[in-house]
């Protein structure tokens, strides 16, 4: 049943006949109510579903941070939908149905401000993953007092530890304490917020980590 909220005139929700009606940040909309599938997928669609399955279960556990990283791009969707859009497209290696995810194109932030130059991640005491970067204050939108993201993700866990804003471009250096992960090789990754959080960076991939 449906349920008109605003008059005749105005949007309602739930179903009518065959039309599903909602709101969605605000917007009302209409659709016509899938119908029911009475034959099997093709081809295309189970690699397709194979490849969303894989990439959502990768992201999820970040959905958080993809919910900030992303939100420059997120024109009438979520953040973290457009994570999974991004890296469903260019981040997928493999045939159907062995697909996996390809770690050193994936991003974990996007955006058009100046990552750091030469950044990398290395085992530190304490089971801990130090990340180095070199400050480029000055070159283009960058500026010293810009944030690092961090992300340190354990595939054995399906898990991430990562900031959304730690230490500062300048500082040039930034330890995450990874205990949880001591035993493990892990995939890393760096990118940067501006002060304000209008400006973020693409995300670079700075190689796996074994985790002492």
Wanted: a positive charge.
């Amino acid at each position: 049943m449906g349920r008109i909220s605003k008059g005749i005139l105005g949007g309602f929700s739930g179903t009518v006949g065959t039309v599903v009606g909602g709101s969605w940040k605000g917007i009302d909309y209409m659709r016509s109510q899938a119908a029911r599938r009475t034959g099997s997928f093709t081809q295309a669609q189970l690699e397709q579903q194979a490849k969303f399955g894989l990439m959502v279960g990768f992201l999820k556990c970040m959905m958080g941070l993809l919910q900030i990283s992303f939100r420059n791009y997120a024109i009438q969707m979520t953040g973290y939908n457009n994570a999974v859009s991004y890296n469903l497209k260019n981040a997928i290696t493999g045939t159907y149905p062995s697909y996996n995810i390809d770690y050193p194109n994936v991003l974990v932030s996007r955006g058009d401000l100046p990552n750091v130059l030469a950044p990398s991640a290395v085992a530190a005491a304490s089971s801990g993953v130090k990340f180095d970067w070199t400050d480029n204050t000055g070159v283009g939108k960058a500026k010293a007092n810009d944030k690092a993201i961090l992300v340190v993700y354990s595939p054995a866990q399906n898990f991430a530890i990562y900031t959304t804003g730690s230490a500062a471009r300048s500082a040039a250096t930034e330890t995450l304490n990874c205990a949880t992960f001591s035993g493990e090789t892990v995939h890393t990754y760096i990118g940067f917020i501006s002060e304000d959080g209008k400006d973020i960076s693409n995300s670079i991939y700075t190689g796996t980590v074994a985790v002492s």
